[in-house]
C-alpha cells in the first residue's frame, strides 16, 4: 500500500506530452528553464533532475518532456544498460527500463504515512557495477545487490566520529573510489566492504567530484581545485593551469577530453590535465552544476536551465523548450504584457511567445508579489521589501522608505495608492508610488496579511483571522474587522459588487455588501483550500492546493473543475488578458488558455447552440511537421471560416477552408515561421463562432 503511495506522488503528468492530437486544453507556455541538479545520458536521450521532478529530451534539447517524477528533488542519476536510476530525496531509488516511461522503487524500508523513507538521507552519487547499485549519501557509503530492495552500510572510517558523506563514486575495473568530505578519497577493492583512504598528495579533502580517463582517476574539490591519479590513488598530483577557480563542482569525460564545471564556467583538457582553457562562450550562466558528455555533445546544467554544445564545448547555446520547474508566486499585466514573478521576474512579450529575465536591480529574486500602477510596476520580495519599475521591469529600484517588515506577503494598487501586506506588520500604504509609506498594523499582535482586494475606495484584507475592511481606502484607522469567514484568507477577489475570500480551510465565502455578511459558495469545488482567486466580468477563477483550476460563471454559486490539461494542479496564482487565463503553479511553471473555452456562452451563442459543431479536432505541429490542422463536422453545409490569434488578440493569420462546400470542414496552419508558444484558433460556421487553443512546440 505504501508502494502505492509513492507511485500515485511520483507518477503524475506524463500523457499529455506524448500525443500531438489534442483537446482544448491549458497550454504551458514557460518560462523555460529551471534548477539542473544533475545531468545523465542514456543512448540519445539527456535525462535532466532538477529539484522539482525529472525532465527527459531525445532530440538533443529542443524539446524537454516530464518524464513522471513530479514534485520531487532528484539528487543524482546513473545509467546502466537499459536502467536508468534516480535518487529522489526522502523516496530512496527508483529504476526505469522503459527509457523513463515508468519508474519503479524495491525499497523494503518503513515509510511514513506521507510515503517518505523512515530514515531520511541525501544521496549525491550513484554507481551501477554489473548488478550491484552503489550510492554515496550524508551517511556514508551503501551498496545493494537485489535492485535495491535492501542496503548494506559500510564505513569508510572506523576511526573517525562521525560519518563522512560520500559526494561522489568511480571505478577502475573492480576498484571502487568514494569522494568524501571532509575524509579525501577512499579506494575499495572488494566491492566496498573495506575501505582505505588514499590521499597522498591531496592538499584539499573536500571532495565533490571523481571522474576517469582509462586508468587515470580526477578528482575535483571544493576549495581545492582538480588533483590526478595514474597509480590507482596511491599518489595524487595537483593539474590546476589555467584554472581561476578552486570550486569544482562536477568533472566529466569524453573521449580524450576532460571538463570541469565550476561556479565561474566550464574548462577542458586535451592533455589529462596538464593545462585548461575556458570553454564558456554563449553560456549566459556560468554557475554549472553538473556536465553529461556523449562524442562532441556536450550538456551542462546551470540553475537555469541546460545549454547545449555540439562542438566539444566551443560555443554553446541554450536547449530549455518544456523544461520548467518555476514556482509562479504572482502576475501583473501592464499594456498587455504579462509579468510573472517567480526566483525574479519575467515578462512575456506582446507577441505571446517568448519570457525574458527582467531581474535588473533586484537583489532579492525571491518574488512574492506584483502590482502595476499606471505603467509602474512594483514586486514584493521575501527579505529585501519592494522594489519598482518605471520603464517595463528593465530596472528596478528599491522603495522602502517606512516600511516596517521586508517580508511581503502581497501587493496591490488602488488608484493612486500602493497597498503592501507584510509577514507580521499588517499593511503599508504609499501615495507618492513608494517614495514614502505608512502603517496601519490593525492592532492585531501578529498581523500576517495574505491578501488584498478593492472594490472603488472599500479595501479589503485577507488574514489568518479573517477579512478586514477600509472603507476609506485604507486610511489609518479606518479598519475594522469583517464579520468571521475562515482561517487564512489567501485570497480575495471582487467580481461585481460582490467580495470573495478563499480560505485555506473553508473554501470560497462571499459578500454582497462589502464584508458586513459572508456566506459559503463552495458547490463543485473539491478541495477548499483555495491559493489564488481572480475574475472577469462573470467569471470567477479558483486555484486551488491539489485539485486545480475551477471555475464559476454564477457569482459562485456553483463551480466546475476546468483542468484539462495541467500537470500541476497546485496552483499558486492566476491572471487574465487578453482574453486568456494565466495559471502559475507550483513547480510547472505558467499555463494559458482561452477563457471562451471555459464560459457558458460564447459570442453571446449558448453551448447547446455550438454544439453543432460535432469532433472539433486539433492536430498540432511538431518539429517534423510544421502544420497545425484543424477539423470539425457541420449538420450541414455552410460557410466556415477560422483565424489565428496570439496571446496579445491578435490575429496573426487567416485560414481557408480545404474542404469548401462539405461539411467535412478542414484548415491548414503553417507554423514555420512562429515562435513557440499558445495561440487560439477562432471557427465561425454560420451564426455560431467556437475558440480552441493550438500549442506551437519545436
Known amino acids: 500500500m505504501k508502494n502505492k503511495l509513492v507511485q500515485l506522488i511520483l507518477g503524475i503528468g506524463m500523457s499529455v506530452y506524448f500525443s500531438h492530437s489534442?483537446?482544448?486544453?491549458?497550454?504551458?507556455?514557460?518560462?523555460?528553464?529551471?534548477?539542473?541538479?544533475?545531468?545523465?545520458?542514456?543512448?540519445?536521450?539527456?535525462?535532466?533532475?532538477?529539484?522539482?521532478?525529472?525532465?527527459?529530451?531525445?532530440?538533443?534539447?529542443?524539446?524537454?518532456?516530464?518524464?513522471?517524477?513530479?514534485?520531487?528533488?532528484?539528487?543524482?542519476?546513473?545509467?546502466?544498460?537499459?536502467?536508468?536510476?534516480?535518487?529522489?530525496?526522502?523516496?530512496?531509488?527508483?529504476?526505469?527500463?522503459?527509457?523513463?516511461?515508468?519508474?519503479?522503487?524495491?525499497?523494503?524500508?518503513?515509510?511514513?504515512?506521507?510515503?517518505?523513507?523512515?530514515?531520511?538521507?541525501?544521496?549525491y552519487a550513484l554507481a551501477i557495477n554489473g548488478s550491484s547499485i552503489f550510492k554515496g549519501t550524508n551517511k556514508g557509503f551503501s551498496l545493494s545487490i537485489d535492485f535495491g530492495k535492501t542496503w548494506t552500510t559500510s564505513v569508510l572510517d572506523s576511526s573517525y566520529k562521525t560519518t563522512y558523506t560520500v559526494y561522489a563514486l568511480a571505478m577502475i575495473g573492480g576498484t571502487i573510489f568514494a569522494g568524501t568530505c571532509p575524509g579525501g578519497v577512499f579506494?575499495?577493492?572488494?566491492?566496498?566492504?573495506?575501505?582505505?583512504?588514499?590521499?597522498?598528495?591531496?592538499?584539499?579533502?573536500?571532495?565533490?567530484?571523481?571522474?576517469?580517463?582509462?586508468?587515470?582517476?580526477?578528482?575535483?574539490?571544493?576549495?581545492?581545485?582538480?588533483?590526478?591519479?595514474?597509480?590507482?590513488?596511491?599518489?595524487?598530483?595537483?593539474?590546476?593551469?589555467?584554472?581561476?577557480?578552486?570550486?569544482?563542482?562536477?568533472?566529466?569525460?569524453?573521449?580524450?577530453?576532460?571538463?570541469?564545471?565550476?561556479?565561474?564556467?566550464?574548462?577542458?583538457?586535451?592533455?589529462?590535465?596538464?593545462?585548461?582553457?575556458?570553454?564558456?562562450?554563449?553560456?549566459?550562466n556560468t554557475y554549472i552544476h553538473s556536465l553529461a558528455v556523449k562524442n562532441d555533445t556536450i550538456f551542462a546544467g546551470t540553475p537555469h536551465g541546460v545549454f547545449l554544445s555540439k562542438n566539444i564545448?566551443?560555443?554553446?547555446?541554450?536547449?530549455?523548450?518544456?523544461?520548467?520547474?518555476?514556482?509562479?508566486?504572482?502576475?501583473?499585466?501592464?499594456?498587455?504584457?504579462?509579468?510573472?514573478?517567480?526566483?525574479?521576474?519575467?515578462?512575456?512579450?506582446?507577441n505571446g511567445t517568448s519570457w525574458t529575465v527582467a531581474n535588473s536591480g533586484l537583489t532579492d529574486t525571491g518574488v512574492t508579489s506584483l502590482a502595476v500602477r499606471d505603467s509602474t510596476i512594483f514586486a514584493g520580495t521575501f527579505y529585501d521589501g519592494v522594489f519598482r519599475s518605471t520603464n517595463i521591469g528593465k530596472n528596478w529600484i528599491k522603495v522602502n522608505n517606512g516600511i516596517p517588515e521586508m517580508d511581503i506577503h502581497c501587493l496591490m494598487a488602488n488608484g493612486n495608492t500602493i497597498f503592501a501586506g507584510t509577514n507580521g506588520k499588517g499593511v503599508s500604504l504609499s501615495t507618492d508610488n513608494g517614495a514614502h509609506w505608512t502603517v496601519e498594523d490593525f492592532d492585531l499582535p501578529d498581523p500576517f496579511v495574505y491578501s488584498l482586494a478593492s472594490n472603488g475606495n472599500t479595501i479589503f484584507a485577507g488574514l489568518y483571522d479573517g477579512v478586514f475592511v477600509s472603507m476609506n481606502n485604507g486610511s489609518i484607522g479606518t479598519w475594522v474587522n469583517s464579520n468571521y469567514v475562515s482561517p487564512y484568507v489567501y485570497s480575495l477577489t471582487v467580481c461585481g459588487n460582490a467580495v470573495f475570500a478563499g480560505t485555506g480551510t473553508g473554501g470560497i465565502f462571499r459578500s454582497a455588501n462589502n464584508g458586513i455578511n459572508w456566506t459559503a459558495v463552495n458547490n463543485g469545488l473539491l478541495d477548499m483550500n483555495i491559493q489564488c482567486l481572480t475574475s472577469k466580468d462573470s467569471c470567477i477563477f479558483a486555484g486551488t492546493q491539489n485539485s486545480g483550476v475551477f471555475l464559476s460563471t454564477n457569482y459562485g454559486t456553483n463551480w466546475k473543475l476546468v483542468n484539462s490539461g495541467i500537470t500541476d494542479n497546485n496552483i499558486q496564482s492566476l491572471e487574465v488578458s487578453g482574453g486568456y487565463i494565466f495559471a502559475g503553479t507550483s513547480n510547472r511553471g505558467v499555463w494559458c488558455r482561452p477563457i471562451l473555452e471555459m464560459v457558458g456562452v460564447i459570442d453571446g451563442k449558448s453551448r447547446h447552440e455550438l454544439s453543432l459543431l460535432a469532433n472539433f479536432k486539433i492536430l498540432s505541429p511538431n518539429r517534423f511537421n510544421p502544420y497545425a490542422t484543424i477539423e470539425f463536422s457541420l449538420p450541414y453545409s455552410e460557410m466556415a471560416t477560422a483565424e489565428i490569434y496570439n496571446l496579445s488578440g491578435h490575429e496573426i493569420a487567416s485560414l481557408v477552408n480545404e474542404n469548401p462546400g462539405s461539411i467535412r470542414c478542414r484548415f491548414l496552419w503553417n507554423t514555420r515561421d512562429v515562435a513557440p508558444g499558445c495561440y487560439a484558433v477562432k471557427v465561425h460556421a454560420g451564426a455560431n463562432t467556437f475558440t480552441k487553443s493550438i500549442p506551437v512546440t519545436r
Open 187 to 284: 579506494r575499495s577493492t572488494d566491492n566496498g566492504s573495506n575501505w582505505i583512504p588514499v590521499n597522498s598528495g591531496i592538499t584539499n579533502t573536500n571532495i565533490k567530484s571523481l571522474a576517469v580517463n582509462g586508468n587515470t582517476i580526477f578528482a575535483g574539490t571544493f576549495g581545492g581545485n582538480i588533483f590526478r591519479s595514474t597509480d590507482n590513488g596511491t599518489n595524487w598530483t595537483a593539474v590546476n593551469n589555467g584554472l581561476p577557480t578552486t570550486n569544482i563542482n562536477c568533472l566529466s569525460i569524453g573521449g580524450s577530453t576532460i571538463f570541469a564545471a565550476t561556479d565561474e564556467g566550464i574548462y577542458r583538457t586535451t592533455n589529462n590535465g596538464t593545462s585548461w582553457t575556458a570553454m564558456n562562450s554563449g553560456l549566459s
Open 313 to 350: 564545448g566551443v560555443s554553446w547555446s541554450e536547449v530549455n523548450y518544456g523544461l520548467t520547474n518555476y514556482n509562479i508566486s504572482s502576475f501583473a499585466v501592464s499594456d498587455g504584457a504579462v509579468f510573472a514573478g517567480t526566483t525574479g521576474v519575467f515578462l512575456i512579450s506582446h
Open 22 to 123: 489534442v483537446r482544448a486544453d491549458w497550454v504551458q507556455i514557460g518560462p523555460w528553464g529551471a534548477g539542473i541538479q544533475v545531468l545523465a545520458m542514456s543512448g540519445n536521450t539527456i535525462f535532466a533532475g532538477t529539484l522539482n521532478g525529472l525532465f527527459l529530451s531525445s532530440d538533443n534539447g529542443t524539446n524537454w518532456i516530464d518524464c513522471g517524477l513530479s514534485s520531487v528533488e532528484i539528487q543524482s542519476l546513473a545509467v546502466s544498460g537499459n536502467y536508468i536510476y534516480a535518487a529522489i530525496w526522502g523516496y530512496g531509488v527508483f529504476y526505469s527500463s522503459d527509457n523513463g516511461k515508468t519508474w519503479t522503487s524495491n525499497e523494503q524500508i518503513p515509510r511514513t504515512s506521507m510515503g517518505f523513507l523512515d530514515h531520511l538521507e541525501n544521496v
